[in-house]
C-alpha cells in the first residue's frame, strides 16, 4: 500500500524522505544530510529561526565555473551564458526565499507530466513567478493549495515548501511550493510593477511548462 515518492521531475529540488508536504511545516523534518556544507551558500541569517519549514529543502540548480552564471531548470553540460564557453557547471542549491515578481491564476489543467484526473473538475491553482535576489533569476512553482491569488501580492516575500503536484496509486509525486512567509509587515508593497525591479529575468526563467 506504501507509496513511493517520486519527484515529478527528477534532480531539480531535494528530496524530502518523510512528511506529506501537504502540511504546513511542522519544522521537525529531519533533514537527509545530503544538503551538509551547503551554509556557505544562504548567508542573510534573516532566514535562521523565524519560522517553521523544512528548511533542508532547496531547488537545485548548476553554477557554471568559469563565469558564475546560475542555471534553474539545471544546465549541466554546457554553460548558456553568451560569449561564455564554459563546461563545468556544479550543482548549487538555489535561496530558499525570493520575492513574488507575479503571479496569475491556474484556470486551466496543465498537460502532462502534470498528473491530474481528467474525470475530476480542475480546481483553480495560484502559480507564482518568484524573483530570486543572488541568482537574479525568477522561478516559477505553484502556491500551496490553500493559498489562493487573493493571498499575493507583487512584492511579497514567500519561501520553499516541499508540495504534492498529484498521487496515483502508486506513486505520490513531489514537486515545490512558493509559500507567503508569514510575518506581517515584511513584505515590500511598495513596489509597484516586477517589471520595474531589478533583476530582470535573464533568459534562465523555466519550469513553467512542468507545473
Ligand atoms: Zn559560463
Not at 36 to 59: H, I, K, S, V
Not at 148 to 173: H, I, K, N, Q, Y
Request: proline share 9%.
Amino acid at each position: 500500500m506504501a507509496r513511493t515518492r517520486k519527484p515529478v521531475v527528477p534532480g531539480w529540488f531535494t528530496e524530502t524522505e518523510a512528511g506529506t508536504g501537504t502540511e504546513a511545516g511542522t519544522g521537525t523534518e529531519a533533514g537527509d544530510g545530503t544538503e551538509a556544507g551547503d551554509g556557505t551558500e544562504a548567508g542573510d541569517g534573516t532566514e535562521a529561526g523565524d519560522g517553521p519549514g523544512p528548511a533542508d529543502f532547496r531547488l537545485l540548480g548548476t553554477r557554471c565555473g568559469a563565469c558564475g552564471a546560475v542555471f534553474f531548470p539545471r544546465e549541466d553540460f554546457f554553460c548558456r551564458a553568451p560569449g561564455c564557453d564554459g563546461t563545468d557547471l556544479t550543482e548549487v542549491p538555489l535561496s530558499r526565499r525570493g520575492t513574488v515578481w507575479s503571479y496569475t491564476d491556474g484556470r486551466y489543467r496543465p498537460p502532462p507530466p502534470y498528473v491530474s484526473d481528467p474525470e475530476v473538475p480542475w480546481q483553480p491553482r495560484a502559480l507564482v513567478a518568484v524573483e530570486l535576489a543572488a541568482e537574479r533569476m525568477v522561478v516559477l512553482g505553484q502556491a500551496p493549495p490553500d493559498v489562493s491569488v487573493a493571498a499575493l501580492r507583487v512584492g511579497m516575500e514567500v519561501e520553499l515548501v516541499p508540495g504534492v503536484l498529484g498521487e496515483d496509486t502508486e506513486t505520490v509525486w513531489t514537486t515545490w511550493w512558493w509559500r507567503p512567509v508569514e510575518t506581517d509587515g515584511a513584505g515590500e508593497t511598495d513596489r509597484t510593477d516586477g517589471t520595474d525591479g531589478a533583476g530582470r529575468p535573464n533568459g534562465t526563467t523555466g519550469g513553467g511548462r512542468d507545473l
